[in-house]
């Protein structure tokens, strides 16, 4: 039997074509899926360095003669629970108003808890102090873990 050369495709073929189709569509969902999850991850280390940071400066703005020596930087499992009174803030950002940081009394209200320490040097050296700020996410991030971030700078009274 001779076929036609304008005959077209056959169903088997077009079934066959349909099915390739739907596989790569649901391989670049799938993409799609994982790169907004690393977005989120993402933004959450990079708010968590914000609020570090921002610590820091606060810290080093203040004259070493009044800075206030002690802190905790909080349990490994606490995820947010109180540290050392005086050294211990809830942070909450407000994405809505082009991510602004503040701190907020409530942990319900809070995205971040924020713990900070200051210690003389350990190795024993006159007029420096180490300057410590660790940050925890409240939310569980997409690995099941809560994301956090610790800082440290040494800081000179000369």
Known sequence: MRRNPESGFTLLEAMVAALILLIAIILVAQLFI?????NRTSRQYTHATAIAQSKLEELNAIPIEKLAYGGELGGTDDGGGKGAAGFFEYVAIDLEDNGKIGVVEEREQANYARFWRIDPDPEGWLGVYR???RVVALRDGDAGEREEVTL??????F
């Open 34 to 38: 994982t790169a907004m999850q690393q």
């Open 131 to 133: 300057i410590s700020v």
């Open 152 to 157: 440290a700078t040494v800081r000179s009274q």
